[in-house]
């Protein structure tokens, strides 16, 4: 049993040893305010761990550099908010140098937020769950929820040929489950269900799927809930998601993003286009707002197991509209 933070610290080393063009970089990553490259340094070389100055724009367009000439970056952001000063070289620079080379180049990096979302008390700049943005650009973006999948997905990140943005839940760092000894990957754009059901598909989205499979036992005397985890929001395993829907007909999506123009809006979106939905959709999200310092006002901006059971009732009471 190997706790969340752990497993990424696993597959960090794991892939270091297994792989000489892997390296790590960013602030403080030699004695690791999260853990996850403590004692990196002194194993494989201050060359393969980098620390940097205080500026995410240098060493993220750094990173893609030393992408292009064969190295495979692991960056390490220490709060999800630092994404959005280095947007511009992981969105347009990155992202965008396979399909504008015409595939004469490839930049393996992978973006580690080991710490995104709230956690009481974290407040407004340290809160940001900012995964629907990357989505939305068609950046690969990867949510595990436990800690074998933090491992198998974060490995898969480092092994691929394109940019990739890891978010790590705050909320489930300490988490522990089963982690074989031996290096696996998780495939990207591979989804799970946790828990089969037939009366209501919950897509829940990274810590919240332990929210989700609570409730799912709570009402398991009166509700059947499956309890879907995309694992990765970008490429989305909509076939498994198509295949849940065909047996509930039934969706709820519970997110801890923010609810205009956020991933579960996408999901309610798409799901009603295509899927063989018998009730409307429904989506428990993150208020649109910034988060509060104050413990009592954090929680009543963030989505809660309570609202969640709301909306599963809400839509078994419910018929498709005309």
Not at 18 to 29: L, Q, T
Not at 215 to 222: K, M, T
Not at 287 to 300: K, Q, T
Request: with cysteine; net charge negative.
């Amino acid at each position: 049993m190997l706790r969340y933070q752990a497993a990424l610290a696993k597959a960090l080393r794991d892939e270091l040893a297994n792989d000489e063009a892997v390296f790590v970089i960013g602030e403080d990553v030699r004695e690791s305010l999260r853990g996850v490259s403590r004692g990196l340094a002194a194993e494989f070389g201050e060359e393969r761990v980098l620390d940097t100055p205080i500026s995410e724009q240098a060493f993220t367009g750094f990173a893609t550099g030393a992408a292009l000439v064969g190295r495979r970056a692991v960056i390490e952001f220490q709060i999800p908010a630092l994404l959005f000063i280095a947007f511009e070289q992981i969105v347009d620079q990155a992202h965008k140098l396979r399909l504008m080379t015409g595939g004469q180049a490839s930049v393996p990096v992978t973006y580690l937020v080991p710490g995104s979302g709230a956690r009481l008390g974290l407040a407004g700049q340290h809160s940001d769950n900012p995964y629907s943005y990357f989505v939305h650009a068609g950046v690969k973006t990867v949510l595990p929820a436990t800690a074998h999948d933090a491992y198998g997905l974060f490995a898969a990140a480092i092994r691929d040929d394109d940019p990739v943005v890891v978010f790590a839940p705050a909320a489930v760092l300490g988490v522990r489950d089963e982690v074989p000894d031996d290096p696996y990957v998780v495939p990207l754009g591979s989804g799970r269900i946790h828990r089969e059901g037939t009366d209501v598909t919950v897509v829940a989205v990274g810590h919240l799927v332990h929210d989700a499979l609570a409730l799912a036992e709570e009402v398991a005397g009166e509700i059947s809930v499956e309890v879907f985890d995309p694992r990765t929001l970008y490429p989305f395993d909509w076939e498994l998601l198509a295949e849940s829907i065909s047996r509930t007909g039934r969706l709820v999506v519970y997110d801890d993003a923010n609810r205009s123009c956020g991933f579960a809006a996408e999901i309610v979106a798409t799901a009603a286009e295509e899927l063989p939905l018998v009730a409307p959709p429904r989506r428990v999200t993150r208020a649109d707002a910034v988060v509060p310092f104050a413990v009592d006002l954090e929680r009543a901006v963030l989505p809660s197991r309570a609202q969640l059971a709301t909306a599963v009732r809400q839509t078994l009471r419910e018929e498709a509209r005309p």
